[in-house]
């Protein structure tokens, strides 16, 4: 399995700190965004030829990470 959070740099400088692909602007939520509105891999690396499929991948990863870690605290 490859090192996903190597793909990912979150630096507030760039879209207000929000996660993104390294070297682009692109917002980890902007993939999932586009995945969620049914856009297909092929269809968003054609769209974002800065893009490759280990990044999309990334961002899944860092999503599934990310909800592995949230807590849920009971009102």
Partial sequence: ???YSSF???DPEIRFGK???KGTRIAI???LQWLA???TYDE???DHP???MDHILAALHFAANRETTIKIIAA
């Fill in 37 to 39: 509105s049914e856009m």
């Fill in 29 to 31: 939520a902007d993939i």
């Fill in 8 to 10: 990912i740099s979150i």
């Fill in 50 to 52: 800065q893009l490759n």
């Fill in 1 to 3: 399995m490859k090192n």
């Fill in 44 to 46: 968003i690396l054609s």
């Fill in 19 to 21: 996660p993104c692909i």
